[in-house]
C-alpha cells in the first residue's frame, strides 16, 4: 500500500501506464483524470526509492575465519608510506614521448618490493587490496607482491573473485608448502592438488633437499601424463647432480620425444654423465685436426645418419626447414659432449687456441655455435671467455658469438664482476646501440665500471647530438640498475648543451630533462634503502 492507502503498483504497469498514457489508462486504484497523471509521478517516485532501498534477507552463513597473523616485523613509518605513493601513482599519460623530470613510481615498484622481501617485512593490512590490484594488473610482479603481501592476502583473495589469480600462484590452494616433516601433507597435495601446484611443490622441495624431489617425481611417473612428466622433468634443472642420472638415463626411453629430449639435455648437463662419454665418443669420430696442410686445419666429418642409439640419446633426427641433416645431426652431437673432452681430442690446445684453428670446408660456424650451446649449458666459463673473445674486438665477434642473444647466455657463465667488466669494455668501444641485452644479465645495482661506462656513453651521444629516445630502454635500465651512488656523477649533465649543427632539433633540453629525470630517481632509490633499512638498524 502507499502512504494514501492505495494499492502500490508493479514496476511493469507503471512502464506501462506511462506508455499508454493517463488519458487512455490509469494507475491502479486511480480514477481516470486530471489527477491521473500525478498519481502516476507519485507511484513511480515511491516505487523508485522501494526497489532502491528494497532487499530480500540472505540466508544466514558462517562468518569468515579471522585472518592469520603474519609473524613478520612491521615496515618503518617512512617505509610504508613509500608504499602507499607507489602503490597511487599510474603510468603517466603524457604524450609525444616525453615523461618529464619526474621518477616513474611503478616502474620501481618491484625494486621496492625485492628489498622489502630481503629484509623480511610483513606489509601493512591497508596495502593490501592496492597490491592485490597492483599484481593483477601486472604479472611481473606477482611473485615479489604474493611474497610480499603474505597469507593475509591470500585470505583476503578468498573473498573477492578479481584477486582468485593469487590463490593460483600459490601452492595448496593458497596455503602454505608443507614444510620437510609434513611428509603428510607432501603426499596428499602431491596425490590430490591441481597440475600447478604439483609443479610448485615439486620444485620447492628440490630447492632443499633435490633427492627427496627426485623420489616423489619416481613414485608417479609411470602414470603421468606425457605433458606433464615434460614439465615435472623440467625442475630437475634446479639441484642437477650425478645422483639424478640413473633416472634420467630410464626417461631416456620414455615414449614421448620431448621428455626424451629433455632427459638428454639435462644428462649431457653432466659431464660425467654415461651419456656424456657416448656423445664424446660420436662428436670426436666427427672432428679432428689435419695436420698435415701448412697450418694445423680442424677437418670435420658430419654424420651421414641418425641410428637408433644417437636418437635414444636425444639426437633429433628431423632437421627443422633451411637445415642440412647432416649439419643439424652434428651440431647436436657437438653441443652435448663434454667440452672437457676436446683438448685432449685436438693435441692438448686450450679453449683459447682450438677456437684460433681454421675450419675446413665452412664448418665454422655450425662448430663454433655447438661449441657456444655446450659452454652455456654446461656452465663452463673458461669456454665462455674463449668464445665471447675479448670485448674491444671489431664488431665484438668472438669465434663463436654470432648474435648478442648468444653473447648474453655465454656472459651469464661467468661471474658478476667478470661480466660488468666485459660488458663496460663492451660499451666503451662500440656504444649503446647494442648493449641493451647485454645490460639485461648483469649484476644490479650496477658495478662501478659499468655503470660509469654506461653514463659515458650516454653523454657521447647527448654531445652527438642525437635524440635520448633512441636510447630510451637504456636509460629506463640506468633508472633502475645504476648505483644510487653514481648520482653525483649526473650533476654535470643537467644544463642544456650547445648543439651542433647537424644535431637534432632541441636534443640538448630533451637530453638535460632526462638526465635529471635520472639523477632524481637515483636519490630517490637511495632514499627508499634508507627508509627500508630503519627499523633493522635500529633494532639491531
Known amino acids: 500500500m502507499t502512504a494514501t492507502g492505495?494499492?502500490?503498483?508493479?514496476?511493469?504497469?507503471?512502464?506501462?501506464?506511462?506508455?499508454?498514457?493517463?488519458?487512455?489508462?490509469?494507475?491502479?486504484?486511480?480514477?481516470?483524470?486530471?489527477?491521473?497523471?500525478?498519481?502516476?509521478?507519485?507511484?513511480?517516485?515511491?516505487?523508485?526509492?522501494?526497489?532502491?532501498?528494497?532487499?530480500?534477507?540472505?540466508?544466514?552463513?558462517?562468518?569468515?575465519?579471522?585472518?592469520?597473523?603474519?609473524?613478520r616485523p612491521a615496515l618503518p613509518a617512512a617505509a610504508a608510506r613509500r608504499l602507499v605513493r607507489l602503490l597511487a601513482d599510474r603510468p603517466g599519460t603524457g604524450g609525444g614521448g616525453r615523461r618529464g623530470t619526474a621518477p616513474d613510481l611503478m616502474e620501481l615498484l618491484p625494486q621496492w618490493l625485492a628489498a622489502a622481501n630481503?629484509?623480511?617485512?610483513?606489509?601493512?593490512?591497508?596495502?593490501?587490496?592496492?597490491?592485490?590490484?597492483?599484481?593483477?594488473?601486472?604479472?611481473?610482479?606477482?611473485?615479489?607482491?604474493?611474497?610480499?603481501?603474505?597469507?593475509?592476502?591470500?585470505?583476503?583473495?578468498?573473498?573477492?573473485?578479481?584477486?582468485?589469480?593469487?590463490?593460483?600462484?600459490?601452492?595448496?590452494?593458497?596455503?602454505?608448502l608443507p614444510g620437510p616433516e609434513?611428509?603428510?601433507?607432501?603426499?596428499?597435495?602431491?596425490?590430490?592438488?591441481?597440475?600447478?601446484?604439483?609443479?610448485?611443490?615439486?620444485?620447492?622441495?628440490?630447492?632443499?633437499?633435490?633427492?627427496?624431489?627426485?623420489?616423489?617425481?619416481?613414485?608417479?611417473?609411470?602414470?603421468?601424463?606425457?605433458?606433464?612428466?615434460?614439465?615435472f622433468l623440467d625442475s630437475l634443472r634446479t639441484g642437477l647432480g650425478p645422483r639424478d642420472e640413473p633416472f634420467l638415463e630410464q626417461a631416456l626411453a620414455d615414449r614421448s620425444r620431448n621428455v626424451r629430449s629433455t632427459a638428454a639435455e639435462l644428462l649431457s648437463a653432466l659431464p660425467g654423465s654415461a651419456l656424456a662419454a657416448r656423445m664424446a665418443v660420436r662428436a670426436a669420430a666427427c672432428v679432428a685436426v689435419d695436420h698435415t696442410r701448412d697450418t694445423p686445419t680442424i677437418v670435420v666429418e658430419a654424420p651421414h645418419e641418425?641410428?637408433?642409439?644417437?636418437?635414444?640419446?636425444?639426437?633429433?633426427?628431423?632437421?627443422?626447414?633451411?637445415?642440412?641433416?647432416?649439419?643439424?645431426?652434428?651440431?647436436?652431437?657437438?653441443?652435448?659432449?663434454?667440452?672437457?673432452?676436446?683438448?685432449?681430442?685436438?693435441?692438448?690446445?686450450?679453449?683459447?687456441?682450438?677456437?684460433?684453428?681454421?675450419?675446413?670446408?665452412?664448418?665454422?660456424?655450425?662448430?663454433?655455435?655447438?661449441?657456444?650451446?655446450a659452454a652455456v649449458r654446461q656452465r663452463d666459463a673458461g669456454w665462455s671467455r674463449a668464445l665471447l673473445g675479448v670485448p674491444s674486438a671489431p664488431e665484438a665477434g668472438g669465434p663463436g658469438a654470432v648474435s648478442l642473444a648468444e653473447r648474453a647466455k655465454l656472459l651469464s657463465t661467468l661471474s658478476s664482476g667478470e661480466r660488468a667488466g666485459w660488458v663496460a669494455g663492451f660499451i666503451a668501444t662500440h656504444g649503446l646501440s647494442e648493449a641493451f641485452q647485454l645490460l639485461g644479465v648483469c649484476a644490479v645495482p650496477w658495478a662501478a665500471p659499468l655503470g660509469r661506462a654506461v653514463l659515458d656513453a650516454?653523454?657521447?651521444?647527448?654531445?652527438?647530438?642525437?635524440?635520448?629516445?633512441?636510447?630510451?630502454?637504456?636509460?629506463?635500465?640506468?633508472?633502475?640498475?645504476?648505483?644510487?651512488?653514481?648520482?653525483?656523477?649526473?650533476?654535470?649533465?643537467?644544463?642544456?648543451?650547445?648543439?651542433?649543427?647537424?644535431?637534432s632539433p632541441g636534443a640538448g633540453g630533451y637530453w638535460a630533462e632526462a638526465f635529471q629525470r635520472l639523477g632524481t630517481t637515483l636519490r630517490l632509490r637511495a632514499v627508499m634503502s634508507e627508509e627500508l633499512g630503519a627499523v633493522r638498524d635500529t633494532a639491531g
Open 118 to 176: 630481503a629484509r623480511g617485512f610483513a606489509a601493512p593490512a591497508a596495502t593490501l587490496p592496492a597490491l592485490l590490484d597492483a599484481a593483477r594488473g601486472r604479472t611481473d610482479l606477482r611473485p615479489a607482491a604474493l611474497e610480499f603481501a603474505g597469507p593475509r592476502a591470500l585470505w583476503l583473495a578468498r573473498l573477492n573473485p578479481d584477486w582468485r589469480f593469487a590463490l593460483r600462484s600459490t601452492p595448496g590452494g593458497g596455503t602454505a
Open 458 to 503: 650516454l653523454n657521447i651521444a647527448r654531445d652527438a647530438g642525437s635524440y635520448p629516445w633512441s636510447f630510451s630502454g637504456v636509460m629506463g635500465l640506468a633508472e633502475r640498475c645504476l648505483d644510487p651512488a653514481e648520482a653525483t656523477r649526473l650533476d654535470g649533465l643537467l644544463a642544456v648543451p650547445e648543439e651542433p649543427e647537424d644535431a
Open 182 to 231: 609434513e611428509t603428510g601433507r607432501i603426499e596428499k597435495l602431491w596425490q590430490e592438488g591441481l597440475f600447478a601446484e604439483r609443479v610448485a611443490l615439486l620444485a620447492g622441495i628440490r630447492s632443499r633437499d633435490p633427492d627427496a624431489a627426485r623420489a616423489l617425481l619416481e613414485s608417479t611417473w609411470l602414470t603421468e601424463r606425457a605433458e606433464d612428466r615434460l614439465m
Open 306 to 373: 641418425c641410428d637408433a642409439g644417437m636418437e635414444r640419446d636425444g639426437v633429433v633426427s628431423k632437421a627443422p626447414p633451411g637445415r642440412g641433416e647432416r649439419s643439424w645431426w652434428l651440431g647436436q652431437l657437438v653441443e652435448s659432449a663434454p667440452l672437457a673432452s676436446w683438448p685432449a681430442r685436438l693435441g692438448g690446445r686450450t679453449p683459447e687456441e682450438i677456437l684460433a684453428l681454421p675450419v675446413a670446408d665452412d664448418w665454422t660456424g655450425e662448430l663454433h655455435a655447438a661449441w657456444c650451446r
Open 6 to 71: 492505495t494499492p502500490s503498483a508493479s514496476w511493469k504497469d507503471l512502464v506501462a501506464v506511462a506508455l499508454l498514457g493517463t488519458d487512455r489508462r490509469a494507475p491502479s486504484g486511480v480514477a481516470p483524470g486530471r489527477s491521473a497523471s500525478s498519481a502516476l509521478l507519485d507511484a513511480a517516485a515511491a516505487e523508485t526509492v522501494r526497489r532502491r532501498a528494497g532487499l530480500r534477507p540472505g540466508r544466514a552463513a558462517p562468518r569468515p575465519e579471522p585472518a592469520p597473523e603474519d609473524p
